[in-house]
């Protein structure tokens, strides 16, 4: 089987189209990446995403007007910053949950491994976005405050499934392969990646749980694959290299705390408990 498409790795761009003003992404090889699922593999796994209503049902404008109350907070900022989603930029966003700062040092291999499963879940989820188009909030509503800036393709883009939520999934799921005892938080910021695309008014919450469940099928999909496996290998000595080295934490650490005090209050017990006798 060939690899997805000829997809390469511009196929980020539909993931970006609604951002703008970002960091340009350090130079890198001249070589073009693929992911790591065929053609007829992509196109099933979209044609299984379930049609969305083709108007936002009462719970969607019921859920996404509550996110409105969240416009300049605390929560807002961070779906600001949950907008970056190129490698290797993006694996910032599970430095607080992983306990390590994943963009410190070069990581060849967890970013090549990130690139072709954002490739594969941006392909898959375009697929679908495809057959089922649906207008995003903040065109349902053209006084919506949005957290980025807003292209007029990103205006145009389908909100069903949400491609963002389905990608936070996806890396949520790679994350918990990576780092299994620190698997509850980082599951946490997946989810948390796909909900900023409701705060910020871009997809509707339906779109969400879509977009999450198309990432978690795509990532089983992917992590079948003898290719994958050989570079989370690889991803892994580096993931584990990064935990073990001693630094300060991520600045943004304590405003996870401070949204997400419960799992603080998890990790702080379970520090206690594998400190004990």
Same mark, same amino acid.
Request: charged share 20%; hydrophobic share 45%.
């Given at each position: 089987?060939?690899? /997805?498409?000829? &997809?390469?790795?511009?196929?980020? &761009?539909? $993931?970006?189209?609604?951002?703008?003003?970002?960091?340009?992404?350090?130079?890198?090889?001249?070589?073009?990446?693929?992911?790591?699922?065929?053609?007829?593999?992509?196109?099933?796994?979209?044609? *299984?995403?379930?049609?969305?209503?083709?108007?936002?049902?009462?719970?969607?404008?019921?859920?996404?007007?509550?996110?409105?109350?969240?416009?300049?907070? @605390?929560?807002?900022?961070?779906?600001?910053?949950?907008? %970056?989603? !190129?490698?290797?930029?993006?694996?910032?966003?599970?430095?607080?949950?992983?306990?390590?700062?994943?963009?410190?040092?070069?990581?060849? &291999?967890? #970013?090549?491994?990130?690139?072709? $499963?954002?490739?594969?879940?941006?392909? #898959?989820?375009?697929? &679908?976005?495809?057959?089922?188009?649906?207008?995003?909030?903040?065109? +349902?509503?053209?006084?919506? !405050?949005?957290?980025?800036?807003?292209? %007029?393709?990103?205006?145009?883009?389908?909100?069903?499934?949400?491609?963002?939520? =389905?990608?936070?999934?996806?890396? =949520?799921?790679?994350?918990?392969?990576?780092?299994?005892?620190?698997? +509850?938080?980082?599951?946490?910021?997946?989810? %948390?990646?796909? $909900?900023?695309?409701?705060?910020?008014?871009?997809?509707?919450?339906? @779109?969400?749980?879509?977009?999450?469940?198309?990432?978690?099928?795509?990532? /089983?999909?992917?992590?079948?694959?003898? =290719?994958?496996?050989?570079?989370?290998?690889?991803?892994? +000595? %580096? +993931?584990?290299?990064?935990?073990?080295?001693?630094?300060? *934490?991520?600045?943004?650490?304590?405003?996870?705390?401070?949204?997400?005090?419960?799992?603080?209050?998890?990790?702080?017990?379970? !520090?206690?408990?594998?400190?004990?006798?």
């Amino acid at each position: 089987m060939k690899p /997805a498409g000829g &997809a390469a790795i511009a196929v980020a &761009a539909l $993931l970006l189209a609604a951002c703008a003003g970002l960091p340009a992404a350090p130079p890198t090889a001249d070589i073009v990446l693929t992911g790591y699922l065929a053609d007829t593999v992509t196109a099933r796994l979209a044609a *299984e995403v379930p049609p969305p209503s083709p108007t936002p049902t009462p719970a969607d404008r019921a859920g996404s007007d509550a996110y409105r109350t969240l416009e300049g907070g @605390d929560r807002w900022l961070m779906a600001v910053t949950h907008a %970056e989603f !190129r490698p290797p930029f993006v694996a910032q966003q599970f430095d607080c949950a992983v306990g390590a700062r994943m963009t410190a040092q070069p990581m060849p &291999a967890l #970013t090549r491994l990130m690139t072709r $499963l954002q490739i594969d879940t941006v392909a #898959t989820g375009g697929l &679908a976005r495809g057959v089922n188009p649906r207008l995003r909030p903040a065109v +349902v509503d053209p006084q919506r !405050r949005v957290c980025i800036r807003l292209t %007029e393709a990103g205006r145009a883009a389908p909100s069903w499934p949400s491609i963002a939520a =389905a990608v936070g999934t996806a890396y =949520a799921d790679l994350f918990s392969d990576l780092a299994p005892d620190r698997s +509850v938080p980082v599951q946490r910021i997946g989810r %948390e990646i796909g $909900l900023s695309r409701a705060v910020c008014g871009l997809d509707w919450p339906s @779109d969400v749980s879509a977009g999450a469940g198309l990432g978690h099928t795509v990532y /089983a999909a992917v992590a079948s694959t003898p =290719a994958f496996q050989d570079d989370l290998a690889l991803a892994r +000595v %580096e +993931v584990t290299a990064v935990r073990s080295a001693a630094g300060p *934490e991520s600045p943004g650490c304590a405003a996870e705390r401070r949204l997400f005090p419960s799992d603080a209050r998890r990790d702080q017990a379970g !520090r206690g408990a594998a400190s004990a006798p």
